[in-house]
Every structure is written in structure tokens, then in C-alpha cells.
């Protein structure tokens, strides 16, 4: 079977984790650490990123961007990810870079920096309380975001589930496990997140659970 | 005709504008500047991220990683920048994100910041020449990594020219336009570099002039 490197709250993992699934696409998960990857991973992708999956032929694929693509075009099966014509797939990939880029940088990445792996590595630090302040502002005009794409159409990058879906879930799951997100404020948000939790793809992901760090109350809750 | 926003030395603009030259993909061009963008682009992208690009039928594309997928599907052309088989494809699309997120975060953005941005916003502040020592600093090993690609393969993502290097001649080029790049260190990604600058799709980005800063000498030399 598949093998995917992955870190349990890297929101590039937990996209291509949620893609396996919903694709029905068996792998065998292997934890990883991000402030200390094992020496497999590092032969496998110099570059350090997760998520990286290796395939029974050897094959490595490493990075979230050439994964979704990938398994869009190797895995056969009957679901698109990036369902539509090239406007409607270039919409859906502008969306998932908007995740990836925008949001991590804004809110992902200081959230889980400050909170998970300042306190993880070998030589701990005290989390920077500012940035934690500054990203949970950001948050908020982003759930609005998401609020106003949820209000036009039936998924967020169209009348389809798609990776837009896949990726903003991956992220906002990631910050939801901590509980930083304040789902009473963003109804409508609330309502788009509700409904791609309860799918059957979800369920792996509302398992996990950080040593000595437990999720939030509401984490794995359906009616949250 | 479409329209592509773009700013000069943008080195997402840069490789949207080398597919298009690859592929035999007339556009019109519309400068922009990052810091002060214009109130049609702001409209067409609220997320404020270049390349944008508007076709005639008035669609809009945002985003390089939308377009570079976009541009594949789309233009019917013989000409495929990202060739090959699935896992061939993938290959090309890490190093695409390789450049992208770490080549971009460690060398071509605070280069950028420091050096052009700073200088040219409202407010012009100096710039912090630490950030720029690191960043040049960094660049040395990230264009070891490029001569190790060009060693092993007739271009960087495989034995044919892909996204692979058009991403990464676009930040090379936008450095270098700056002067930042010690190609004498470097033969070997020299030599890989002087192959694809001679290429007639290099052209129009080696005539590109911004007002006030002239690039550095041998910029648009191709005996560098």
C-alpha cells in the first residue's frame, strides 16, 4: 500500500488526506514531525515539505501542489476534484492557492508556528502572543470570505465539492483543533464547515489527537 | 485581445508571460505596481495577487497557479509546458513549488521588498540590508540545487523544457535584473540559464526597462 508522510495538523497534509478519501484512495499514514522529520522523509524530499507519498512502485510525490494534480490525473476514479471546464478548474485553483498562500500565511502558519512547534521542539520558546492576536483578527475577514462564496454558490469553488472545499476545510480544521475558530460569529461559515465535517471523508481527521496535546471540546463534534 | 496585468519584475508575472510567448499566446500587456495597484485590477482580484489575466470574452484568470494549469487546458497549442506522464508532470510541478514558496520566501521576496518595493511606495523606507545579505546568502545553494537539476537532466524538470524552468528563470531573471546573481560562481546554472535567456520567448522580458532603476549590465547580455 501508499505510503503518505504527513503532520497530523499541517493543513497540506490533512487537503491531501481529505483527497485520498474522498477519492477512496487506501494509504498507509506515516507520522511526521515537522520540527524534526524522520531521516526517511528527508531522503525522500530534500526539500522538507510534507506532505510526501511513496507508492508500492517507489514512485515519490512530494508537495501538496503536485499531489492534488496527481491524483486527478493517476488515481482512477469516477470523482474530480476539480470538477468543470478549464474556468471553472482555474476558479477552483484559484481558490485552493488562496488557501494555500494568503490564509497560511496570514493565520495557518503563525496559529500552528506559535502554538504546536514552539512548543514541540527540541529547545522549546514562548509563543510570540502578538502574532497569535494578530492572525485570530485576520481569521475574521476571511470566515466572511468564506461566508460570501458559501452565499452565491453550492460549494466554495462552485455548484461541486471540489479542492477549494478540500483546502479551506484543511486549514480551518487544522486552527478548529487548537479552537480558534469562533464558528458563533460566522453562521454561514458555520454552515458550509458543518456539512463538509460530516462527510464520510472527514471522519479520519476529526480522530486525531496530538500527544500532550488534546483538541479543542468541539473539535470532533458534529453539532458543534 | 486578453489582457495580462502584470508588474515588470513580479516573477509570477514573468513566467505567466514566458508561457505565453512559448505557447504563441499574444496578450496585451498592462503594467501594474504591486504597492499601488490600479482600481481595475483591485476589482478584477480582490485578493490583490498578479499575474491577472482578462480574456476578450471579459473571463477572468487570477493567480499564477491558476493560469499556469489554465494555460495547459486552454490554448490550443502543440506546445506542452508540462510534459510527459503523471508522475513526469508531478516532478515539474514540485520544482514549480519549489521555486514558488521556498525560492521565493528566501531570495526573490525579500530582494524585491528591499530593493524595489521599499523604494518606490508613497513612503519609501530604507531598506533593511540584512534581510538582503541573507537572502543572497541563501541563493547560493539554491543555485547549486539548480546545477545539480541541469547536470542530471537535459532541463530542470526532465529532458524537455517545462514550468519548471520558466519558474525558475522568472525569479532568476527578476534577481538579475537587480544584479544580485553571482553567475560566475555558478557555471554550470549559468550555462543552463544562457540557453533558456536565448530563447525568442526571453525577449520581451529582457527589453523590460523600469523607470528610474536601469538593470544592472549584463542583464539583457546574452554572452553574460
Known amino acids: 500500500m501508499a505510503k503518505l508522510f504527513h503532520f497530523m495538523l499541517d493543513p497540506y497534509s490533512r487537503r491531501v488526506r481529505l483527497a485520498l478519501q ?36 517507489g514512485a515519490v510525490i512530494c508537495g501538496v501542489e503536485a499531489l492534488g494534480e496527481y491524483l486527478e490525473e493517476r488515481i482512477t476514479s469516477e470523482k474530480s476534484l476539480l470538477p468543470g471546464n478549464a474556468l471553472q478548474r482555474a476558479e477552483i485553483r484559484r481558490l485552493v492557492a488562496w488557501f494555500d498562500v494568503k490564509f497560511y500565511s496570514e493565520v495557518t502558519e503563525p496559529l500552528l508556528t506559535e502554538k504546536i512547534i514552539k512548543r514541540f521542539m527540541r529547545t522549546p520558546s514562548v509563543p510570540a502572543m502578538a502574532r497569535v492576536r494578530e492572525a485570530l483578527q485576520r481569521l475574521k475577514p476571511h470566515l466572511d470570505y468564506v461566508a460570501g462564496l458559501a452565499e452565491q454558490r453550492s460549494w466554495l469553488g462552485g455548484e461541486e465539492l471540489s479542492l477549494a472545499d478540500l483546502a479551506a476545510a484543511a486549514h480551518l480544521s487544522a486552527i478548529d483543533y487548537l479552537g480558534d475558530v469562533n464558528w458563533a ?40
Open 185 to 224: 460569529d460566522h453562521p454561514v461559515a458555520k454552515s458550509w464547515y458543518q456539512r463538509i465535517k460530516s462527510r464520510p471523508a472527514f471522519r479520519a481527521l476529526l480522530s486525531d489527537t496530538l500527544p500532550a496535546l488534546p483538541p479543542s471540546a468541539h473539535y470532533a463534534d458534529l453539532d458543534f
Open 22 to 57: 474522498e477519492q477512496n484512495v487506501a494509504v498507509t499514514l506515516v507520522d511526521e514531525k515537522p520540527w524534526a522529520l524522520s531521516r526517511q522523509v528527508v531522503d525522500l524530499n530534500p526539500s522538507r515539505f510534507l506532505p510526501v507519498l511513496q507508492e508500492d512502485s
